[in-house]
């Protein structure tokens, strides 16, 4: 396809971004070259964009509406292109997420996405593909959604954040041994990071445990605490505080019924011992 072949960017969010892109560089009167060495991609990988055949990623965006000075629209677009694939409610948890100054999770049955490797999270969002639910644009969506969150832990003034690992975390076998090698491996490596609590729950906690569903709080700048907890169907951000604090006094309660972090590292390097 020439990169003057005209595109339906109504059929997909990828594709109206890839339109909308395009109208703004031919407005110009630029080549995907000339875009591209403005903006440090090459002319191919912008081709590609303007099909909807690569993954838009929040950064590619940015730099858009830097060259095009269209103040947003392209971040914008980002957005609705990214939430496509996303339980309802899941978008207004990640803006919370990104600015959050304390982190608690609680993960059950998968690692919880800030913490997966890039192969874990595709062999989960591929899954989805096979069963129907996510077509393959919305699973890229997905993986390039979790690479721009993953983003928090790396930044010069990152949350504080403490993680609380049902053992099915660390048990449940994702993409094959040697994709759960590489992902206990990089909890690894997390639990040594400054500012990173890891903690396993295991087994036997039995009915001490006191959620049956994946949950987040975050502590907010604005000393405001959230939660969030998601069922198969959607998920939510709780913002009332007697809802709030209960979750939060029992999280802490689940902190003290967990194994100790010198066992939890224990545990994390047994399993992955067992699996190499």
């Given amino acids: 396809m020439s990169e003057d072949q005209e595109i339906d960017g109504t059929s997909s969010p990828a594709l109206r971004f890839g339109e909308e892109f395009r109208r703004s560089r031919r407005a110009r009167g630029w080549s995907q070259t000339d875009v591209g060495n403005r903006m440090g991609y090459s002319g191919g990988l912008l081709s590609y964009v303007e099909r909807g055949k690569k993954p838009v990623t929040l950064n590619l965006a940015v730099k858009a509406d830097q060259v095009f000075g269209t103040g947003e629209r392209f971040q914008q677009l980002w957005r609705q292109y990214s939430n496509a694939s996303l339980l309802e409610g899941f978008a207004e948890f990640v803006a919370e997420e ?3 100054r304390r982190l608690r999770i609680f993960g059950l049955g998968l690692v919880p996405g800030l913490f997966q490797t890039s192969a874990y999270a595709s062999a989960i ?3 989805a593909v096979q069963r129907g639910s996510i077509n393959q644009e919305q699973a890229d969506a997905r993986v390039a959604l979790l690479a721009n969150r993953q983003a928090l832990l790396g930044r010069p003034n990152p949350p504080f954040v403490h993680v609380v690992l049902d ?3 660390l048990r449940r076998p994702v ?3 040697g994709v759960m090698v590489e ?3 990089h909890l690894e490596g997390l639990a040594a990071r400054p500012g990173i609590t890891v903690q396993v729950a295991p087994f036997d906690l039995g009915e001490r445990a006191p959620f049956r569903m994946p949950l987040m709080l ?4 604005d000393r405001v605490a959230v939660g969030y907890a998601e069922s198969q169907a959607r998920s939510y951000l709780e913002r009332g505080r007697d809802a709030v604090a209960t979750w939060s006094r ?3 309660l689940l902190q003290v019924e967990a194994l100790s972090t ?3 590292l224990a545990m994390i390097r047994a399993v992955r011992k067992e699996l190499s």
């Fill in 250 to 252: 029992e999280y802490d």
């Fill in 125 to 127: 969002a591929s899954a």
């Fill in 218 to 221: 975050l502590d907010l700048p």
């Fill in 183 to 185: 992902q206990l491996e």
């Fill in 262 to 264: 010198v066992a939890s």
């Fill in 98 to 100: 990104a600015r959050c």
């Fill in 175 to 177: 993409g094959g041994n």
């Fill in 167 to 169: 053992e099915s975390c």
